[in-house]
């Protein structure tokens, strides 16, 4: 159908652009009726343009759009050309001196924590970078896109609120400068009048709720039959149900469903089906009925093509008026005048309140078009931002309510757009005093949580799944008013006052609703049936928490607001527990001659709230009169008298015994939610406003009563009145029928009633309370912190409670209380507490939780043990109380209080049996110790002439009075002192007793009080007892010597552990799992070292024994013996690849003989290094193999290795394996002994007859195969071949391998090549050899590397693992080829041998720049004897060894020669020519001769030598390796340390002359034909001619991208990156390839790619491109970095960026500036280089299950 509509389309096209702009406008400035004149201009030409097919074209679209429709409107408005008018419109236009940019997605935002008005107040980069804030300590995020650049707005920061760059346009600015003066009247009109009709335009068709009509003006004459099926975005359905059911619908790939899918996600919605009404309609029942089974249909309108094109074009013209009025503040104002004027309707008739109040009804792309025009006009122009901010308020309460229905995210909503209003603080103090908005906001939520109980209090429970989606959306409205309260008045009017107290009225209405909500009652008997609903509760009092204290905040500013607001929380409260005391008949409590009355209340029998923000508020305001000091001075107005004190504590009281009661397991019927919910009340998230309230609550409570009543009240509320009232208190310890559990439960309750008293005299440090500041606050919550343990400064945040603007003001104060130690290359900076902080420790710290408090006391104890003091932990000094609450001191000496010390003590005297515990004493020892401390302050701070009240030693020096006539407290504590089952509380009540002298000696001097005479002398310590201490601290030292040699011990052990880890992670079992013998010790002494050749060093046979690692035992390796094997993982691997575009087409015809120096795709070999018997592995494997089908059968659990491919962990370290490798010894040796080593041939005889032998066998094959087609004859013709002397072809040796290791053999060379190529395995395969041959060498190369690149000596001490690993896999590749056919090896001889020795036969082979020459000597070599085997001449191994490394080291002189581009740097020699040079230089003239001179002139032989010296080396040291491995010659000590380049000792070592050149000069017949034969290759020729590139040596290590200092430039390059497939859209997970540099659209559907018939997403399929299934990625928004292998595995690891505190953030949580950590990005490049990162993966899956089951692959 489309195409047959090109032809007519295009002839559209000519027609439409004859139409002319300028012609038009001309026709427009003349018509009478513009609006009609331009209507119909619409009417004809946009369905012309816009909807002509199926898809859009939108550049088509958009330049007709320009040319047609958009260029009249600015010819009209400019007068003129607008190419003219618009640039003379921006010269004369004042720029604005706000920034306004509005952010995209993803891209990042700073805000200043010391400068920003509010956390919204944000920068864009390149204002931020100009501004003074980049010094300061800023806070960095990502956008979620809306919201805009708030540089230049004075109101949003304290300081600095211009960068450098709109700091300019500042100067000349008078704010109220009409922005109008600047266009002529003329313009002004023409404006108006073009905005005018536009703009009602785009609001009326975008409005427009019909789909087969346009509105009348627009209407065609004739109307065609198309129309299109649009399908709108929903939050409802799954990506997935929406592909499935457009496949279903209409009929489309899954390719196409898929971006009909994106974009109806992007842009809310899509045309999925194009043509006339019937063909629509049918798309669109089939995709309601598919999608309407479960949950509401997915939105489809059949919409005709005519209304559709209208829509398009007027989102174009909201983007074209935007970007006009970008021209000239003018038209922006005029832009802002056209929107809010009032239309003929009234009231909510501008154009802005019609899109605002549609906003809902409108689809997410038209939605942010306009939100982006009122941010860039309405929100630009300070004058009409206030009325803007009106009509808004104006219409809050709809707006509201159309979000609350509506189901799209809020940052898609016109409701958003509060943030960026309400936080203006002046706008919100406008539109606090004449919109009564706090009112509104508070009304409008109120309004949706209608569900309430009989008491008019919220219910929470039984919500439907409508109410609950509501409850949630509408929470928004809690943080609205955060906004508006966020700034704090400087100054109040009357207005303010009035309406703020208006609203916190209403917001006392809220509260109200929320006192007493979820009562709970303690069930008995039965288990609760069901959980009852509590988080929707918590939920609110969480959100509400920050505007709880911010009313707090403003009512502390105003002493008026104050006064008023305390008297109508008062009166609410009141309201709530009226008739709290109705219908009971009250009781009379008396101890100790003091009596009350209460009334009678069980909290563990009847109805019991955690909900009592009302009680709280008060308890808030209260601290405040005190802090305020109102309470001082205005006494009269504040209606103290009123004040019930048991009223006041008695709902607060409640919920703490509550609590108390759970700790004693009295509500455990009551299931989880209950601990939940007391868990969040303590929490740091609510406790301010919740747990620390209540606290403060029965502070209050007590200083304005006696303490004996409320005690008393206590007492009975913790329903332990009975056995402190009841006398005889033995009594409840004698009853039978007192069960177990309830002396238990008691002895809980009596322990948190002791600590409650203890909060209560001891939690002073809120200002208002005691007499403290701010900061003193946050000191002890830091020092408590830091007493449990060093934190990092994540934690430590964490742990204390954020402010409004998410600042917990722990900088201010760390450092006075902390030091600060750095992380090393993992963990974290902590900080630690300050050894002078110790002292302020209170172990009875309110915000413990129990564990902390356990933890705390434990390491406190600690650090007093090791600095040698008693280990008693007293409690601190205090601040002295405010005087509104000074009076609660006397709790502590009050008779009550007194006779619970005392009866606690009494049974701690009389210890018989459970009846009491150690904490119910420690605590009452803490209450003593408070009073003391107390007491003792009074004395020192005491004014003259004062008389100090405080009188605690007094009263507990006297016994108790008849009938008990109990000893007094002082005696109890001292027989305490010598209880022998109290030997944990001795340091403590020994301080007691001398405080107490202490205070009895100030009290003696002073005299003002004399203390009553003490019997006894408590404080001299006999004799026995001093001996006793001597003994002990003798005993003690001794201990500590003791655990600080364990200590040196273990620190030297991890030490030692450290280093050996080194170069790899994995922990080495050296006992039992390494082969590493005496293979490395210098049993040749001092003499020089030949690893090769016929002078090779002969090593005395060492015999090896190694125990398996399965069955434990022990075995020699020999030839004959059952196989021994490694575990091994063996690997693909690009990380030496010098060319990433390059990757193996087909593997199943791919030829890895030659392998190219760009060693674009080698195969890695590693091991852990642990050894097994060849059939132990077999049968653990099997093992693996049959428990993994039975757990695939059972569930499909993924693991963290695949055994499908071979996969296994290595049974004693988990390391990820995919196949074994035999161990052998040196494999040279079996074959080397039947010869003698006299008379070897030379380099040129030796060459020679190789190439005859070659010749030779070349003939053979031949003729065979002519035999094998042909009928076979006799092999007669056989002899007629004239064969070299002592070559016999038809003699095949015999296999010297046991069977078991033959089969070894076989299994890892099958292994390498099925990993290598990606193939099925197949091990007749003739490129088994060559792939074994090619991991070695690869193998060894890229270790080479490693050491280089880290300074390492070549033959250093290498971590086990590695140095068996290279054995092994040496010594196997060796032997491998007498598991393979004998002619297929000699095959692979021929053709490496030819590559650099030609003879006629050879046909197609590479020339020598494109060989690898190290892997073509270790192919060359190792396939070797293949040949030799048949050679009876008496040539030796050895000899042909040497002699082809010498051949590859001249042809590799040869490649660097020719490829070596000699840079005239101006470096020159110092020394005169030598030997060296000369040579090289005639070597050079030699090479110019054969390459016609096409080789550069070189004049300086320095030059070159040098460069042929740098070049060789890496080639040097791999050979080094190599035939060290291979026949096992000990290392020279010089190659084992650290040191200059060695190439001398290498030479000596690999019997090299020194002078390389040698090689040439002393074969230089031979080496002629073959430099000639090399330099006429005529790939030689066009890389001297330029014509094409060869790879140059020595080749630079490859290296992990560079990554920028600062991460939020990573964030910015990430933000302007876009998906590539989606045209032009922002990625939302953008991840950066660390390997190549490559940006990458991640994690999304767009960017999907088929690979192996599988979707995989953009990471994965980069993964095989780059890394050949392995790769390192960054996730730029995450700011993580991200492992992944294959298409199963991956992880995530802690990325190099940290912040100041030495910490990462992972998520970007905390929008701390992150910095690189340049030694943690190298230790991920070093995983990288060691080919670790799937042994890494490996374990964090094992470690972690849940990130086997994560879908790595669609990253
Ligand atoms: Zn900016
Ligand atoms: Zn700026
Ligand atoms: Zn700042
Ligand atoms: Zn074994
Ligand atoms: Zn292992
Ligand atoms: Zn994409
Ligand atoms: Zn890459």
């Given at each position: ?97 706000l920034?306004g940019?509005v ?17 919204t ?25 809306g919201g805009f650049?708030?540089?230049?707005d004075?109101e ?23 922005p ?12 108006y009048?073009?905005f005018a009709?536009m703009f009602r335009y785009a609001v009326e068709?975008l409005t ?110 909201l983007?074209?008026l935007g970007?006009?009025i970008?021209?000239?503040d003018?038209l922006r104002r005029i832009l802002c005048q056209v929107g809010l004027q009032e239309g003929p309707d009234g009231e909510n008739s501008s154009l802005v309140d019609r899109l605002m109040l549609s906003d809902s009804k409108l689809?997410?792309?038209a939605r942010s078009v306009y939100h982006q025009l009122f941010m860039s006009s309405l929100l630009m122009d300070l004058k009409y931002k206030k009325l803007f901010a009106v009509r808004f308020a104006n219409n809050y309460e709809r707006l509201q309510n159309d979000y609350v229905?509506d189901?799209?995210?809020r940052e898609f909503s016109i409701a958003d757009l509060s943030v960026q209003i309400f936080t203006v603080p002046s706008l919100a103090r406008m539109l606090i005093t004449e919109e009564n908005l706090m009112t509104i906001i508070i009304k409008t939520f109120?309004d ?28 928004s409205l809690?943080l609205d008013l955060?906004y508006v ?10 207005e303010?006052?009035?309406k703020?107290?208006?609203g ?1252």
């Amino acid at each position: 159908m489309a195409s047959e509509l090109e032809p007519e389309v295009q002839a559209l096209d000519r027609s439409l652009l004859e139409c002319s702009a300028e012609e038009t406008a001309g026709k427009w400035l003349q018509a009478t009726d513009l609006t009609r004149e331009v209507y119909q201009h619409l009417a004809h030409y946009v369905p012309k343009i816009y909807c002509r097919g199926p898809n859009p074209f939108p550049q088509k679209e958009d330049m007709l759009a320009q040319q047609i429709l958009l260029g009249p409107m600015e010819w009209y408005l400019c007068g003129e050309d607008p190419a003219f008018g618009f640039s003379k419109l921006e010269q004369a236009n004042k720029p604005s001196h706000l920034c306004g940019r509005v952010f995209k997605v993803g891209e990042p935002t700073y805000s200043c924590r010391d400068c920003a008005v509010d956390p919204t107040c944000v920068l864009c980069m390149e204002c931020f970078l100009g501004s003074v804030h980049r010094n300061h300590r800023y806070r960095m995020t990502t956008s979620g896109g809306g919201g805009f650049c708030d540089c230049g707005d004075t109101e949003a920061w304290k300081e600095g609120p211009y960068c450098q760059k709109h700091e300019l346009n500042t100067s000349e600015i008078e704010e109220e400068e009409d922005p109008l003066v600047h266009l002529s009247e003329d313009m002004i009109a023409r404006t108006y009048n073009i905005f005018a009709i536009m703009f009602r335009y785009a609001v009326e068709i975008l409005t427009w709720e019909k789909e087969n009509e346009l509105p009348g003006d627009l209407e065609m004459a004739e109307k065609s039959d198309t129309y299109y099926c649009m399908l709108f975005n929903d939050e409802v359905h799954t990506y997935e149900q929406v592909i499935h059911t457009l496949q279903k619908a209409v009929n489309c790939t899954q390719k196409e469903a898929i971006g009909f899918a994106t974009t109806v996600d992007r842009d809310g919605r899509r045309s999925v089906r194009y043509g006339d009404f019937q063909y629509c309609e049918q798309a669109k029942s089939i995709i309601v009925r598919n999608t309407s089974r479960q949950t509401k249909p997915l939105k489809v309108q059949v919409m005709h093509s005519s209304i559709v094109a209208h829509q398009n074009f007027g989102l174009k013209l909201l983007s074209w008026l935007g970007s006009i009025i970008g021209y000239s503040d003018g038209l922006r104002r005029i832009l802002c005048q056209v929107g809010l004027q009032e239309g003929p309707d009234g009231e909510n008739s501008s154009l802005v309140d019609r899109l605002m109040l549609s906003d809902s009804k409108l689809w997410k792309g038209a939605r942010s078009v306009y939100h982006q025009l009122f941010m860039s006009s309405l929100l630009m122009d300070l004058k009409y931002k206030k009325l803007f901010a009106v009509r808004f308020a104006n219409n809050y309460e709809r707006l509201q309510n159309d979000y609350v229905t509506d189901d799209h995210d809020r940052e898609f909503s016109i409701a958003d757009l509060s943030v960026q209003i309400f936080t203006v603080p002046s706008l919100a103090r406008m539109l606090i005093t004449e919109e009564n908005l706090m009112t509104i906001i508070i009304k409008t939520f109120m309004d949706h949580l209608r569900h309430r109980d009989a008491q008019g209090r919220f219910q929470f429970e039984r919500y439907t799944a409508l109410q609950a989606f509501k409850f949630r959306r509408v929470q928004s409205l809690i943080l609205d008013l955060k906004y508006v309260l966020i700034s704090k008045p400087t100054e109040w009017s009357d207005e303010l006052r009035q309406k703020f107290l208006e609203g916190f009225d209403a917001f006392l209405e809220l509260l109200k609703c929320m006192q007493g909500m979820d009562p709970i009652t303690r069930q008995v008997g039965q288990h609760i049936e069901m959980e009852p609903e509590w988080e929707a509760a918590f939920t609110l009092q969480m959100k509400l928490t920050h505007v709880i204290s911010m009313m707090q905040d403003w009512c502390a500013l105003d002493e008026k607001v104050l006064i008023e607001a305390y008297k109508k929380c008062l009166a609410v409260l009141m309201q709530c527990h009226s008739g709290f005391t109705d219908g009971e008949q009250p009781i009379t409590l008396s101890i100790c001659g003091h009596s009350v009355e209460t009334i009678r209340y069980c909290v563990s029998q009847e109805k019991v709230s955690i909900h009592l923000p009302v009680s709280r508020l008060l308890a808030g305001l209260h601290v405040l009169l005190s802090k305020s000091e109102v309470a001082y001075k205005f006494p009269e107005l504040l209606p103290l008298s009123e004040l019930s004190p048991p009223m006041l504590i008695e709902h607060p009281l409640r919920c703490l015994v509550l609590c108390a009661q759970v700790q004693a397991g009295m509500w455990r019927r009551n299931g989880f939610s209950l601990v939940n919910q007391i868990y969040y009340y303590h929490n740091v998230k609510c406790r301010r406003e919740m747990f620390d309230k209540d606290i403060v609550m029965l502070q209050t409570g007590v200083s304005m009563m006696d303490p004996n009543h409320f005690l008393m009240i206590m007492l009975s509320r913790f329903e332990l009145y009975q056995i402190f009232s009841t006398p005889d208190y033995g009594k409840r310890f004698s009853s039978e029928i007192t069960h177990k559990d309830i002396v238990q439960q008691n002895n809980t309750l009596i322990e948190e009633m002791l600590y409650l008293i203890i909060m209560l005299v001891g939690e002073r440090f809120s200002p208002g309370v005691g007499q403290v500041n701010a900061t003193d606050e946050i000191k002890r919550e830091i020092i408590h912190q830091l007493s449990i343990r060093p934190m990092a400064h994540s934690e430590l945040v964490k742990s204390l409670p954020e402010d409004e603007n998410k600042e917990t003001g722990m900088e201010s104060v760390i450092k006075a209380v902390a030091s600060f130690k750095k992380p090393g290359l993992t963990g974290r900076g902590m900080y630690e507490l300050k050894p002078e902080c110790a002292k302020e420790f209170n172990l009875y710290f309110y915000h413990f939780s129990r564990a902390e408090q356990s933890k705390a006391e434990e390491a406190q104890r600690k650090l007093k043990k090791q600095n040698r003091e008693d280990t008693a932990l007293p409690p601190p000094v205090l601040p002295p109380f405010c005087p509104l609450f000074a009076s609660l001191v006397n709790i502590l000496q009050s008779d009550v209080m007194l006779c619970i010390m005392g009866t606690v003590l009494q049974w701690a005297v009389e210890h018989n049996g459970y009846a009491w515990s150690e904490s119910m004493l420690q605590r009452v020892l803490h209450l003593i110790g408070m009073a003391l401390q107390e007491e003792k302050q009074h004395l020192e701070n005491v004014m003259e002439e004062h008389v100090v009240t405080f009188t605690f030693t007094q009263k507990i020096s006297k016994p108790g009075e008849a009938p008990n006539n109990s000893p007094s407290i002082l005696a109890m504590l001292e027989t305490l002192q010598n209880a022998p089952y109290l030997e944990v509380h001795k340091d403590m009540i020994r301080w007691i007793l001398k405080t107490f002298n202490i205070i009895k000696k100030i009290r003696q001097s002073s005299s003002t009080s004399p203390v009553a005479e003490t019997e006894g002398t408590i404080m001299e310590e006999s004799s026995r007892d001093k001996d006793k201490a001597e003994r002990k601290r003798k005993a003690e030292i001794a201990r500590l010597r003791r655990e600080k040699i364990m200590a040196q011990m273990s620190e030297m052990q991890r030490h030692f552990i450290d280093e050996n880890k080194e170069l790899f992670q994995q922990t080495l079992e050296l006992d039992t799992s390494t082969s590493a013998v005496l293979d490395n010790s210098p049993v040749v002494s001092d003499m020089t070292l030949t690893a090769l050749g016929p002078a090779q060093t002969r090593v005395p046979e060492q015999r090896q024994f190694v125990t398996c690692i399965l069955c434990q035992e022990e075995q020699e390796i020999k030839v004959e013996n059952r196989a021994m094997v490694l575990a091994a993982f063996v690997q693909r691997s690009t990380v030496l690849s010098k060319n990433r575009s390059k990757f193996i087409q087909d593997p199943e015809k791919y030829d890895p003989l030659f392998m190219h120096p760009d060693l674009s795709c080698g195969t890695h070999t590693g091991s852990c290094g642990h050894v097994m018997h060849a059939h132990c592995w077999q049968r653990y494997f099997d093992s693996v193999q049959a428990k993994e089908q039975r757990r695939q059968h059972r569930l499909r659990l993924h693991t963290s290795y695949d055994v499908e491919n071979g996969e296994f962990l290595c049974p004693l370290c988990e390391c990820l394996s995919n196949t074994v490798i035999p161990l052998l010894l040196p494999p040279r040796n079996i074959f080397n002994s039947r010869l003698n080593f006299s008379d070897q041939p030379n380099l040129s005889l030796w060459i020679r007859t190789i190439s005859q032998q070659i010749k030779a066998l070349q003939v053979l094959r031949k003729e065979e195969s002519t035999l094998n087609t042909a009928s076979s004859k006799s092999s007669e013709n056989m002899g007629e071949l004239k064969l070299p002397e002592g070559f016999r072809p038809d003699f095949h040796p015999k296999n010297p391998y046991s069977e078991s290791i033959k089969e070894m053999l076989t299994t890892f060379g099958t292994a390498t090549y099925k990993v290598g190529l990606k193939v099925h395995p197949n091990e007749e395969d003739p490129r088994v050899p060559v792939m074994c041959w090619g991991s070695c060498a690869y193998t060894i190369q890229s270790i080479e590397r490693i050491l280089s690149d880290e300074d390492k000596p070549l033959f250093g001490p290498l971590p086990c693992r590695l140095d068996d690993c290279l054995r092994s896999l040496t010594r196997f590749a060796a032997a491998h080829w007498t598991v393979a056919s004998l002619s297929v090896v000699q095959g692979h001889f021929c053709k490496l041998f030819t590559s650099l020795v030609p003879n006629e036969n050879h046909g197609d082979l590479p020339c020598i720049l494109d060989i690898d020459m190290f892997h073509l000597l270790v192919g060359l070599v190792l396939a070797f004897p293949a040949l030799q085997c048949q050679d009876f001449s008496g040539i030796s191994l050895g000899t042909g060894d040497l002699h082809i490394f010498h051949l590859v080291t001249v042809a590799h002189i040869v490649q660097i020669l020719l490829t070596s581009y000699t840079e005239e740097n101006g470096m020159d020699q110092e020394n005169p020519i030598g030997e060296e040079e000369l040579a090289i230089l005639a070597l050079h003239k030699t090479l110019r001769q054969y390459t016609g001179s096409t080789l550069k002139e070189i004049p300086s032989g320095w030059h070159l030598w040098r460069n042929v010296k740098a070049g060789i080396m890496p080639f040097l040291k791999c050979s080094a390796l190599f035939f060290h491995y291979l026949n096992g010659v000990p290392s020279p000590s010089e190659l084992e340390a650290i040191g200059t380049s060695h190439f001398e000792h290498l030479c000596n070592y690999l019997s090299l002359p020194n002078n390389l050149i040698c090689l040439f000069q002393e074969n230089s017949e031979i080496m002629n034909s073959l430099i000639e034969s090399w330099c006429q290759n005529s790939e030689v020729k066009r890389y001297l001619e330029g014509e094409r590139d060869a790879i140059s040596y020595p080749r630079e290590s490859n290296k992990l991208i560079e990554l920028p200092e600062d991460y939020s430039s990573l964030i910015n390059q990430a933000s302007n990156f876009s998906c590539p497939k989606s045209g032009g859209d922002k990625s939302r997970t953008p991840t950066l390839c660390l390997v190549c540099g490559t940006l990458l659209c991640s994690q999304s559907y767009c960017c999907q790619t088929e690979l192996e018939g599988e979707d995989v997403g953009a990471c994965t399929a980069h993964t095989y491109s780059c890394g050949s299934g392995v790769s390192i990625f960054l996730r730029v928004r995450e700011c993580q970095v991200l492992f992944l292998a294959g298409k199963t595995k991956g992880c995530f690891y802690a990325p190099p960026y940290l912040d100041d505190y030495g910490e990462t953030d992972q998520g970007l949580r905390r929008g701390n500036p992150l910095h690189l950590c340049k030694e943690r990005f190298k230790k991920i490049q070093k995983l990288w280089q060691q080919h670790s990162i799937t042994e890494e993966i490996g374990h964090a899956q094992e470690a972690n299950q849940a990130l086997v089951g994560i879908d790595w692959q669609h990253l």
